[in-house]
């Protein structure tokens, strides 16, 4: 079994904190630019390999990028905990924190179950390169398509962009919130089920609930936000259930480098929320469209005729 080094645990922490929250698929990179490198790389970092570990440690990277996002995200948090245990003790869903701690709630079980149930089928049977540049090239088409039905009147670009009456007092960020809990229950478990084609190397978590959100009436921002949300406690919850035979004897030797890939990773992804928040704004999916597009179909030449 190979042992993951320093260099490769820090750029594999660097790469998986921003692709992870960029709609381009931080698996699929995982995957795809290990083999691209070739050598030790391509030895150490391979997927579908047996007996490697390179899977949970890529998932465990994900506790760091969960973290960041609870860090930035961090009076969401307190709102949404605080809602979910006032509901919970009261017995009621009232205010708007109480409602948006539901809604995080229940979009998260359709991904939570499909993850435990299909892990292995995805792992053994997909986790290879020409699949995952498959996929890739799939996630940014899909993409595409969203941008396009949008303008055709599908989404609403600014839609709840301006504070209602009442509400100019809020922060933004509470102001994001409020029109995210106007959903209904089904619309929210709709985007939060389309995390589990993140199950397939290529295809984008953030991308596809980001799509998902824009084709229920969100905005770009409001969507990204949610899909950030959401994206917490799946992300979260995966990494603890994968982190395990890390801390046993499987473990030894890959500890440190995959604190040091954690500090990367934690770096990388709270920097890269920080922009994508700010970047969902006033722009589009169509630059992240381009680049899986065409480096979908690179690799997929690439593999296929080497």
């Known amino acids: 079994m190979s042992v993951l080094t320093y260099p490769e645990a820090v750029g594999v922490g660097l790469l998986q904190g921003v692709t992870e929250l960029f709609p381009v698929s931080s698996l699929g990179h995982s995957i795809l630019i290990p083999a691209l490198l070739g050598g030790h790389w391509k030895h150490d970092l391979d997927v579908s390999a047996d007996g490697s570990l390179y899977l949970n440690e890529l998932v465990g990277l994900h506790l760091a990028t969960a973290l960041a996002l609870v860090v930035y995200f961090w009076r969401d948090w307190v709102r949404v905990i605080r809602g979910l245990a006032t509901s919970v003790t009261q017995r009621r869903i009232e205010t708007a924190d109480q409602r948006l701690a539901w809604l995080i709630v229940t979009a998260c079980v359709p991904v939570a179950v499909a993850g435990v149930a299909l892990d292995k089928v995805f792992r053994t049977t997909l986790g290879r390169p020409i699949p995952t540049a498959i996929f890739l090239m799939l996630n940014g088409i899909v993409l595409f398509v969203t941008e396009q039905l949008r303008r055709g009147g599908t989404g609403r670009r600014r839609a709840g962009a301006v504070a209602a009456p009442g509400e100019e007092h809020l922060s933004a960020e509470e102001q994001s919130d409020l029109r995210i809990t106007r959903m209904t229950i089904r619309q929210a478990v709709t985007i939060g089920a389309a995390q589990i084609l993140a199950l397939l190397p290529g295809i984008s978590r953030s991308g596809s609930t980001i799509s998902a959100g824009i084709f229920k009436g969100l905005n770009h921002e409001d969507s990204a936000r949610f899909a950030f949300l959401l994206a917490t406690p799946v992300i979260g919850g995966a990494a603890l259930l994968k982190l395990p035979p890390l801390l046993g004897a499987q473990g030894n030797g ?47 030449a690439y593999f296929t005729l080497a």
């Not at 992804?269 to 928040?277: M, N, W």
């Open 254 to 300: 890959l500890r440190g480098p995959l604190l040091a890939g954690g500090v990367a990773a934690f770096v990388a992804a709270y920097l890269a929320t920080r922009y994508l928040v700010r970047y969902f704004e006033n722009r589009t999916l169509i630059p992240f469209a381009i680049y899986c597009s065409v480096a979908g179909l690179g690799s997929l």
